[in-house]
């Protein structure tokens, strides 16, 4: 078992990490603090050739494999968690479901754009009456001659209002339906902006449809099987949203352990009291497992093996750690880890919705232990195959 990253890998990372601590952490206080999308961020962003770093050279992307995406993330994500997530659902969620469920001419029409950065992606199915049940959602696709009509109302689009292509998912005759649709379609207008209490720098928005006509080719998939796209997207999104909740951690942890090296009570470092010194071997240690978990479920997605199960423990793990060394980072700052004159209490805010979005942890529960009873129940000489137990 091999615990190092390739050269290729280890190069995306510092890279990453050289491009998140020039270009995005500078930003990071103010964007969050003037509820503004960092725009310019995005192009320097593409013109380093990140904005399709997972997506295949013959559409226009680096190429690279699912890891290295989430080493990506991770790094960004460390320097400002909305610019990660800004990053996460254009790749994951706006422009990998066409790379993996698309014709080929859907491909080559939808994402080399995307890949270059020249547009952005986003990712349309939750709805004001729909959360996790993706199966009841209400917007309806419409058969006409050449395609569909499209009418309803989408809730919490991450990149919504500055996108320029998105995944819909909307109700056809024969079920839910997925479709790539321009963002510059007749009949789209947006709703409320959403003010979020963390990852501010990325924009969250309703969109409306009225009547908006999308072309029976821009159909994504076979009519009535849109949960498959759906569900395979939110799988590999999850380990996404996961490598955020890590390069949440990691900055908190950065931060708190930096401060308590400096801080000095009762003569020396804080962190040389024992109670601050276990809460960083804490921190440490959760965060390192949490990673080991995102490449561990990263690695089966560029193995082409299932890791539904894998993603769903990574991003369930990593979020936990996310808010507990949040949370722990500013009892280490004590009083100043409340103000905003540190990150800390930014770090906070944006880690609680890694525990919400693309699935909450009851989600992620939910998955796990319907995995964990498929394997009991096809296990040979299992219970389940033998008779039940009563009493």
């Not at 789209?188 to 959403?194: D, E, L, N, P």
């Not at 401060?259 to 809460?279: D, L, M, N, V």
């Not at 990574?314 to 060394?325: C, D, H, I, R, T």
């Not at 992620?364 to 319907?370: E, G, K, M, N």
Request: hydrophobic share 40%; with cysteine; proline share 4%.
């Amino acid at each position: 078992m091999n615990f190092v990253l390739s050269p290729q890998q280890q190069d995306i990372k510092e890279r990453a990490a050289e491009f998140a601590d020039r270009e995005v952490a500078p930003h990071a206080a103010e964007l969050d603090r003037e509820d503004r999308f960092p725009f310019e961020t995005l192009e320097k962003m593409a013109d380093a050739g990140l904005m399709g770093l997972c997506v295949p050279e013959e559409y226009s992307g680096a190429g690279m494999d699912f890891l290295s995406y989430c080493l990506l993330i991770e790094e960004i994500s460390r320097a400002d968690a909305g610019v990660g997530a800004t990053l996460a659902v254009h790749t994951s969620a706006g422009t990998l479901p066409i790379v993996m469920f698309g014709t080929e001419e859907q491909k080559a029409q939808w994402v080399p754009p995307l890949a270059r950065g020249e547009r952005i992606g986003c990712f349309a199915l939750t709805e004001p009456e729909t959360g996790s049940d993706a199966s009841a959602i209400q917007t309806q696709a419409e058969r006409v001659d050449g395609g569909y009509r499209v009418s309803g109302h989408k809730q919490w689009v991450t990149n919504g209002r500055v996108a320029g292509t998105m995944i819909l998912f909307a109700r056809a005759p024969e079920g839910v339906t997925a479709f790539v649709v321009g963002m510059d379609a007749e009949g789209i207008s947006f709703g409320k902006h959403a003010e979020k209490m963390g990852v501010i720098s990325a924009t969250t928005d309703d969109i409306l449809f009225d009547n908006v006509f999308v072309p029976e080719v821009d159909r994504l998939g076979e009519e009535g099987r849109g949960l498959r796209v759906a569900l395979g997207t939110l799988d590999t999104g999850r380990i996404g949203i996961a490598a955020q909740a890590v390069g949440i951690a990691e900055a908190a942890f950065r931060y708190a352990t930096q401060y308590a090296a400096r801080r000095t009570t009762f003569g020396k470092p804080i962190a040389e009291h024992q109670a601050i010194a276990f809460k960083l071997a804490d921190m440490q240690t959760k965060i390192r497992a949490a990673r080991l978990l995102v490449y561990e479920a990263a690695w089966m997605k560029d193995q082409e093996m299932p890791h539904g199960e894998a993603g769903a423990r990574a991003k369930l793990y990593a979020s936990q750690v996310a808010n507990e060394v949040a949370y722990e980072a500013i009892q280490v700052l004590g009083g100043r880890g409340y103000m905003k004159d540190h990150p800390i209490e930014r770090y906070y805010r944006d880690a609680r919705v890694t525990e919400i979005y693309e699935g909450t942890s009851e989600i992620q529960r939910l998955v796990i232990s319907r995995s964990i009873l498929k394997e009991q129940a096809e296990a040979p000489g299992s219970v389940e195959q033998s008779r039940p137990v009563v009493g």
